[in-house]
């Protein structure tokens, strides 16, 4: 049996954040940190096994026990809602999920309004909370062009230092929620590696009171 922990990490800025947050709790892979075009890093000494994913992936890789644990944004859980425990809030990663839209905004009357998104699942949700009959754009990346090129009214996505919205001339109009990166665990690898999940939880949790 493996009984290596095996993690999916975020390639990007979130993965190097949550790496050095794994680090400083002792779970480096020195490894990793010389990675070239390497998708897949092992420590043996402590019994583990990193693995850089695409953001949008690790819930996968996590469900379907190809890794035990995996840094995930809430937007990602929230977004494709994966058969997983999610295990510590690891407080980086901070942004928020907005809907966003031209400076000089004003709802459509008598109309659908056109939601363009790489997140039609929040954005569905969200609406339909409101009672707001919506038409779905689903892109998958640049949203922020749907808008100024009139392909829809608005947009949902992810605001974190607001600088994008900001030089394309858009702005914030409402708030839906605050999202940060989640510690999340396979169900049975829970059980399975409880002793050295629970340990690594722990470190984790504690380094990041230690940073408050
Ligand atoms: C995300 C998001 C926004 C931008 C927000 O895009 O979709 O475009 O970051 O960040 P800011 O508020 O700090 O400017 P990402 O970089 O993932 O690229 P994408 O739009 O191509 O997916």
Known sequence: MNTALNI???KGRLGEKAYSLLKSSGFSCPALEDPGRKL???NPEKNLRYFWVKPSDV???VERGAADLGIAGKDILLEYAPDVYELLDLGIGKCRMAVAGKENFREPTGQTLKVATKFPNITRNYYAEKCRDI???HLN???ELAPILGLSHVIVDIVETG???RENKLQVLEQILPISARLIANTASYQFKEAAIGHLCRRLQ???EGSL
């Open 8 to 10: 999916a990490l975020p």
């Open 40 to 42: 897949i890093f092992e």
């Open 59 to 61: 819930a996968i890789y």
């Open 135 to 137: 038409d779905i754009i």
């Open 141 to 143: 990346g640049s949203i």
């Open 163 to 165: 600088v994008t919205l």
């Open 206 to 208: 504690e380094q990041k």
